[in-house]
Structure formats: structure tokens, C-alpha cells
């Protein structure tokens, strides 16, 4: 194992500037996957759950909505919720038990409200999750083949929990995955970037968010094909 003084933010910044491995790239059509961008870890001014590491997330995620919009291109939005007693959490909602814990997180209640920043359109598909990852138990396998998608684009947080887990079965499922680096946010700025870091070095790009948005215009100028 290689021992390092440096932070976490310092070895990502390096591995950024010293390309080690082939991207994955874009693909032909791409969805964008907005994971758990709720009330109870956007807003910190009303939840101790919430974080922020861009103060302006929420602005670039609407950017590569308005982008997607323009290509009729698919746009999830996640959130995590769970019944009354919150058994529908198993074990994961075993290990503290207090207002802010995870499976307190109810139906109908403003932690899990996306957040009123956002543009979400009706149209739009909206997933309820319980675990980690944005494909487990929920359809979104089965919305991403119907559109014929090749690429996943993942904004949201947290960058080491429910990015990464998403991320990590993106590629298991045989897709192009990119994460935009300011569309996603974490509690501290250690788990942050040794996830970014790792997620880029095995099972993602992680690419600037105007990158993302130069794509989104290049396929718009081709109309989308």
C-alpha cells in the first residue's frame, strides 16, 4: 500500500492532472440521473443532514436538465423515503434511531421533498428509492433499455454513498458512466474527493460539468442522433 501526507483533495487533483487511464467517453444517447437531491441534504439551513460542497449544484444540475430537455433525452429524479414505522429500511436503518436518521426519512415529509431549486418538469420520471444505488428495486433498468440508452450521467450526492453506489452498478450493467465533478456533494471534503478519485481511476469519468454541457450542445447541433 502506498502511504501518501497528501489529502484527499490533493492526490484527486493530481490523479486529474495525470490521466492513468483511457475514459470511458460518451456514448450515442445518455440519461441524467439526479440522485437524492431532497430537502434533507440540499438544504442546510433547515436540516444537519444536508451538505453542500458547490454553491452552485443545484444551478449546473438545471443547466444539464435544460440540455437533456432540448434533446427529449430521459431525466430521473431520485429521492429516498420510507413507510411510517420504517421497516422498509432493513438493517440500514438499524444503527442510530433519531429524528435526522436515515429511515426517518417519511413519505410526505419535507426531508423528502426535492428540493424547490430544482427544475423537475412533470414529465419527468421520479423514482422512490430505499437503498444506495438508484437501480436497486427500482425500474429504471427497464426505462434506460426502453430509450435505448447508452450512457448514465449522475449528479446528486452523496458522492460516497448513493453516487458511488449508483456509479459502481451503472458500469456492472454495462454503461457509460459520467459524473459531472461540481453536480456532486458530500459531508466532508475527505469522502468527497477519495471517492471522486476512486470512482475515476476504476468506474467512471469524472469530468467537468461544462464538458458535459459541450456535449449536450454538440449532440443538439446534430439533433441528437
Not at 467517453?25 to 436540516?47: E, I, P, S
Not at 442510530?96 to 430544482?118: F, M
Not at 419527468?124 to 438508484?134: E, H, Q, V
Amino acid at each position: 500500500m502506498i502511504h501518501s501526507d497528501k489529502t484527499a483533495r490533493e492526490i484527486f487533483h493530481d490523479v486529474m492532472a495525470n490521466p492513468q487511464r483511457v475514459p470511458f467517453g460518451f456514448g450515442q444517447k445518455a440519461v441524467l440521473l439526479n440522485t437524492d437531491l431532497q430537502k434533507a441534504y440540499t438544504r442546510t439551513d433547515l436540516f444537519k443532514t444536508a451538505y453542500e460542497t458547490d454553491p452552485k449544484q443545484l444551478d449546473y444540475v438545471n443547466q444539464l436538465t435544460a440540455g437533456f430537455r432540448r434533446l427529449s433525452w430521459p431525466i430521473v429524479w431520485t429521492n429516498v423515503a420510507f413507510v411510517e414505522s420504517g421497516e422498509d429500511a432493513g438493517v440500514w436503518g438499524t444503527r442510530t434511531d433519531t429524528p435526522d436518521s436515515l429511515q426517518n426519512i417519511k413519505y410526505g415529509t419535507e426531508r423528502a421533498e426535492l428540493d424547490d431549486r430544482l427544475d423537475v418538469q412533470p414529465q419527468d420520471i421520479k423514482y422512490t428509492k430505499r437503498m444506495p444505488s438508484a437501480f436497486f428495486e427500482t425500474p429504471l433498468q427497464s426505462l434506460l433499455v426502453w430509450h435505448q440508452v447508452d450512457t448514465v450521467i449522475v449528479t446528486g450526492g452523496s458522492t460516497s454513498g448513493c453516487i458511488r453506489a449508483t456509479a459502481v452498478e451503472s458500469l456492472s450493467r454495462g454503461y457509460r458512466t459520467i459524473v459531472p465533478e461540481e453536480c456532486v456533494a458530500d459531508k466532508h471534503e475527505s469522502y468527497h474527493y477519495a471517492n471522486l478519485t476512486d470512482l475515476h481511476l476504476k468506474y467512471a469519468d469524472v469530468v467537468k460539468v461544462q464538458t458535459v454541457l459541450d456535449w449536450l450542445a454538440e449532440q443538439a447541433s446534430h439533433g441528437g442522433r
